[in-house]
Antibody, heavy 121, light 107 residues
Framework: EVQLLESGGDLVQPGESLRLSCAAS????????MSWVRQAPGKGLEWVSG????????YYADSVKGRFTISRDTSKNTLYLQMNSLRAEDTAVYFC??????????????WGQGTLVTVSS | DIQMTQSPSSLSSSVGDRVTITCRAS??????LNWYQHKPGKAPKLLIY???SLQSGVPSRFSGSGSGTDFTLTISSLQPEDFAIYSC?????????FGQGTKLEIK
């Protein structure tokens, strides 16, 4: 059974940094691309960033480009999102999502339950 | 970036009703369109991919259609567990944008 478990969400002040993790199990981690998707309070889903199965290609939404970095550690079956220079508008529940193939564009066939990031002074 | 617009934003229906939700892309995305269902506090669930392909394990009352810029998600006979938020997503190019969501509520 595929399982994705996010962690690392917290309350931080504007300008601070945070690293999210997503522990994956139940599939061959290196075979599938992974993404982070967020949902701000009262808003719809927003794709944030994706990384190919090999880790060689990364993609970002304009709203986080230059501030967030996605990475993956195949030895630990873990996906990361390093978030720097956090802003109030980054407040959201962050989901990790598994693509059905090694391409980031492939449909997200499994999701975690999310971790809450709150940016507030 | 490709903008995805769903209508309606919310919908009240009864168990047994047939429901249709539409999604429009700001440019042609061929059939690179996915539909997800999500409920508060739970992981979102893939329902339809490539505009009309039913994800494994999803009940056959769910169906999708469309290509180019206009797409629909249809639920043929609403069940109590179907009351949720439905979102479309384009996977044509990055950033892989979502629609704003359609909240399906019990009448």
């Amino acid at each position: 059974e595929v399982q994705l478990l996010e962690s690392g969400g917290d309350l931080v002040q504007p300008g601070e940094s945070l690293r999210l993790s997503c522990a994956a199990s139940g599939f061959t981690f290196s075979n599938n691309a992974m993404s982070w998707v967020r949902q701000a309070p009262g808003k719809g889903l927003e794709w944030v960033s994706g990384i190919s199965g090999s880790g060689g290609r990364t993609y970002y939404a304009d709203s986080v480009k230059g501030r967030f970095t996605i990475s993956r550690d195949t030895s630990k079956n873990t996906l990361y999102l390093q978030m720097n220079s956090l802003r109030a508008e980054d407040t959201a529940v962050y989901f990790c999502a598994k693509s059905s193939t090694g391409a980031v564009a492939a449909p997200f066939d499994h999701w975690g339950q999310g971790t809450l990031v709150t940016v507030s002074s | 970036d490709i903008q995805m617009t769903q209508s309606p934003s919310s919908l009240s229906s009864s168990v047994g009703d047939r429901v249709t939700i539409t999604c429009r892309a700001s440019q042609s995305i061929s059939s690179y369109l996915n539909w997800y269902q999500h409920k508060p506090g739970k992981a979102p669930k893939l329902l339809i991919y490539a505009a009309s392909s039913l994800q494994s394990g999803v009940p056959s009352r769910f169906s999708g259609s469309g290509s180019g810029t206009d797409f629909t998600l249809t639920i043929s006979s609403l069940q109590p567990e179907d009351f949720a938020i439905y979102s479309c997503q384009q996977s044509y190019n990055s950033p892989y944008t979502f629609g704003q969501g359609t909240k399906l509520e019990i009448k």
